[in-house]
């Protein structure tokens, strides 16, 4: 499809692991990003992977990339209260970004 | 550092009026500048992007239109907003056309 692909609702409890899955469209595309929107705010960039990469780990921030099946996840260790939010993947495509629908992380206290 | 502002953060506007929302930034020069709208419910869809001043790409046919009258200006504007055009509308900016850097968003709601 065209369409960068996100689940829309994921709840956590505190201190469980979150993932959060992608699928983007193009093999060719040469960076994916995970941005982070809160509340009523603009987005975040969080992390970003290069496309030669499989793993990318920023603290409690871990970035999968399977490129044959065109599979992105964040998975966050320890997820917090302030880690509510929506949480937003992008592909680089013709120097442009495109945004899957974002997924909201719930975390219950 | 580099900095981005948008006003007005709210705006609730009659069907069929005018619109302008605008986009600035500080501390760069000669940056892509991009305009998103995030509907409710849905994820970002690209609008505009700019790559200089007076250099206006749209990708996709509505009844906005965006211009960029200085080298870190970007301004959204409709001559008649539908309801359709309710959502919140996002400016970014890049050098490089790399990571994005986001504004804090225009809440627009259209009745």
């Known amino acids: 499809g065209e369409d960068v692909e996100q689940s829309l609702f994921l709840s956590v409890r505190e201190g469980d692991s979150s993932v959060i899955n992608c699928t983007y469209t193009d093999s060719s595309s040469t960076y994916l990003y995970w941005y982070k929107q809160e509340p009523g705010a603009g987005l975040q960039l969080l992390t970003y992977i290069f496309s030669n990469m499989d793993m990318k780990q920023d603290q409690r921030l871990t970035v999968l990339l399977n490129k044959k099946d065109k599979h992105l996840s964040l998975r966050i260790a320890d997820t917090q209260t302030g880690d509510s939010a929506i949480y937003f993947c992008?592909?680089?495509?013709?120097?442009?970004?495109?945004f899957g629908t974002g997924t909201r992380l719930t975390v219950i206290p | 550092s580099q900095t981005i502002h948008q006003w007005p953060a709210t705006l609730v506007q009659p069907v069929g009026s005018p619109l302008s929302l605008e986009c600035t930034v500080e501390?760069?020069?000669?940056?892509?500048l991009y305009w998103y709208r995030q509907a409710a419910g849905r994820g970002l869809q690209l609008l505009f992007y700019s790559v200089g001043i007076g250099q206006i790409s749209s990708e996709v046919p509505q009844n906005l239109s965006a211009s960029r009258p200085q080298d870190r200006q970007f301004i959204l504007s409709s001559k008649k907003l539908l309801l359709s055009d309710s959502g919140f509308y996002l400016c970014?900016?890049?050098?490089?056309?790399?990571?994005?850097?986001f504004g804090p968003g225009t809440r627009l709601t259209v009745l």
């Open positions: 970014a900016w890049s050098v490089g056309g790399h990571e994005q850097f």
């Open positions: 501390g760069t020069s000669n940056p892509n």
């Open positions: 992008a592909e680089r495509r013709a120097n442009n970004l495109f």
